[in-house]
């Protein structure tokens, strides 16, 4: 049996004073030769990597997904293909705007990332809390995220940028209403929804295919903080989300989520009002009805928080067979950003890492780089490229999806011409309850403190384009008019 208590160093020689550093005389100077101080300072300077450039804060553990519905007319994900067949998952959670020590109660739009780890590779569904997101194009993201994020000189989150980069993109009203409603601030990720977002494909076994929107809804009841309630928590405690969720899954009260999606015909998509490829847009559950699949829940943490949660690196571009893209312009940068981020951030052969590799074998000719630790060739150093003579992987024509129709001549498309940024903000407004519109306004006030004059004008004439009372209730609490029909949008 292996020794536990025995201290070695990385190269595993024992340790024989691990409290006093070897010095010329009891006074010092230290010499060069006291290798474990070295090996010491040097590994702790190397203890920080670069934190994600968004969505630094988060919280995250194990579980599964176990079928309740089949689904197998849409897709032949193999997840899918019998109900009560189980999937190991992660979930990592996380706030977007705030850094590695941001407090997690702060109110902003909370990631929900899931990395199923099927018997086909790992699907990385990387979603939020919310089914829409603030932007429709990839271009204007980092844009949008340089308002959230601190200003070059005061180095202090700055309300005059978001409101007049917002105000600017009304395509953005959607998304913001939300994150200033009630569930702009949960108290716990336990206590709210996960969306997909994006409209996905499912491909089935006739090779028909149906577009896909995926919902986890929360089982444990949607509770929220008001504004009030954050402050005086993040007084005293910064991690409350750690707290809840690390301590619930110790003590055995596993969260759970019931996974839905919404499914619509492929040709279905050149009818509906609204483009079902519109990151801002929500298909309406009275046309798509909520159709279920299975039980999500989480019940391990994680034993090392670095190595699990800090070192996951999730990307929509991994999918598995049965599931696929759509031409949502936003979805097709994620499929190039992410990995390249996770290159940077995590190292060439990230995927190898524990919990990022794939619980299935892997097959693949990259070849050298930092750490590569592994090997891949199928116990044949000789089929190192491909094709090869000594039986080397080969690929699976059977996996080809069908052809998708695309039509249109290539050019910039101005995104903001004949689009509907205002009904569905304007329904959700008008699905609150009255004392959730006060609290919605009363929030995006609160947040608009500071901003100018004319930048709260322009946003009010788009809150009003949703609904007059969102437009009248924010304009009266910010002492301004509402502007008529000025709703402006950057051209
Ligand atoms: P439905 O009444 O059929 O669905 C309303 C949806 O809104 C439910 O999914 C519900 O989630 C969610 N919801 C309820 N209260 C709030 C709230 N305070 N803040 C955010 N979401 C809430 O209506 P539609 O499908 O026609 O959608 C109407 C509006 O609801 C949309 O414009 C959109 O803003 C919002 N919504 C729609 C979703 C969709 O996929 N259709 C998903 C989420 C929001 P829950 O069941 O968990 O309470
Ligand atoms: C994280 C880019 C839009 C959800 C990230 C990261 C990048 C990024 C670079 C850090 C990745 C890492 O270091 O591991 C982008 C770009 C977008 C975009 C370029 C638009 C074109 C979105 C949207 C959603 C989303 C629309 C949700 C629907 C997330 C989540 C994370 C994340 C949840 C954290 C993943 C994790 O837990 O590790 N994004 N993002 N992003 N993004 Fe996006």
């Known amino acids: 049996m292996t020794d536990t ?17 070897l010095s010329a ?7 060069l030769q006291d290798y474990q101080l070295l090996e010491k300072l040097a590994h702790q300077n190397r203890e920080r990597i670069p934190e994600r ?6 919280w995250g553990a194990f579980g599964s997904l176990t079928v309740t519905q089949d689904i197998s007319k849409y897709t032949h994900a193999k997840l899918f293909d019998a109900i009560g067949k189980k999937t190991d998952l992660l979930i990592r959670f996380s706030t977007v705007a705030g850094e590695l020590g941001a407090a997690d109660a702060e109110r902003d739009v909370r990631g929900f990332s899931i990395k199923f780890y099927t018997s086909e590779g790992n699907w990385d569904l990387v979603g939020n809390n919310t089914p829409v997101f603030f932007v429709r194009d990839a271009l204007k993201f980092p844009d949008f995220i340089h308002t959230q994020k601190r200003h070059p000189k005061t180095n202090l989150r ?10 600017l993109s009304p395509e953005s009203l959607h998304q913001v209403t939300i994150l200033f409603s009630d569930r702009g601030c949960p108290t716990s990720v336990r206590h709210m929804n996960g969306y997909g977002s994006h409209t996905y494909s499912f491909l089935n076994a006739a090779g ?5 929107k995926f919902h986890f809804k929360t089982l444990q009841g949607h509770q929220h903080h008001t504004n009030a309630e954050a402050a005086e928590l993040i007084g005293k405690t910064r991690e409350s989300y750690q707290e809840d969720l690390f301590g619930s899954i110790e003590k055995g009260d596993f969260p759970k989520w019931r996974m839905f999606v919404q499914i619509m015909p492929e040709a279905d998509a050149d009818k509906t009002s609204y483009n079902p490829f519109d990151l801002t847009k929500v298909w309406p559950h009275a046309d798509y009805p909520l159709i279920e699949v299975g039980i999500v829940e989480l019940n391990r943490n994680a034993d090392n928080y670095f190595a699990e949660i800090e070192q996951a690196a999730f990307s929509p571009s991994n999918i598995i067979p049965g599931i696929g893209f759509s031409p949502d312009k936003m979805l097709q940068a994620r499929i190039f950003s992410y990995a390249d981020a996770h290159r940077h951030r995590l190292g060439t052969h990230y995927e190898a890492l524990p919990v990022n590799a794939p619980k299935c074998p892997v097959h693949h000719y990259h070849k050298d780089g930092a750490m590569r630790f592994f090997r891949n060739d199928t116990g044949n150093p000789d089929a190192y490229y491909e094709p090869n ?9 059977t996996y080809r999806e069908p052809p998708l129709k695309i039509s249109g001549d290539a050019d910039r498309y101005n995104h903001r011409l004949g689009n509907d940024d205002y009904t569905q903000p304007g329904n959700l407004f008008r699905l609150l309850t009255p004392d959730g519109r006060e609290r919605l306004m009363d929030n995006i006030a609160a947040a ?7 930048i709260i004008e322009r946003q009010v004439a788009h809150f009003a ?11 009266k609490r910010m002492g301004v008019s509402v502007p008529s029909a000025r709703a402006e949008a950057a051209e």
């Open 208 to 212: 028909e295919r149906h577009w896909v």
């Open 448 to 454: 608009m403190q500071g901003v100018p004059a004319f």
């Open 5 to 21: 208590t025995k201290l070695t160093t990385s190269a595993g020689a024992p340790v024989a004073d691990n409290q006093n550093s």
């Open 158 to 167: 700055s309300p005059t940028a978001m409101w007049d980069f917002w105000s």
């Open 25 to 31: 005389g009891a006074r010092g100077p230290l010499l």
């Open 465 to 475: 384009k949703c609904d007059p009372a969102y437009g009248a209730g924010v304009a």
């Open 389 to 397: 003579s000594f039986g080397g992987p080969k690929e699976t024509p």
């Open 53 to 58: 450039v968004v969505h630094a804060k988060g």
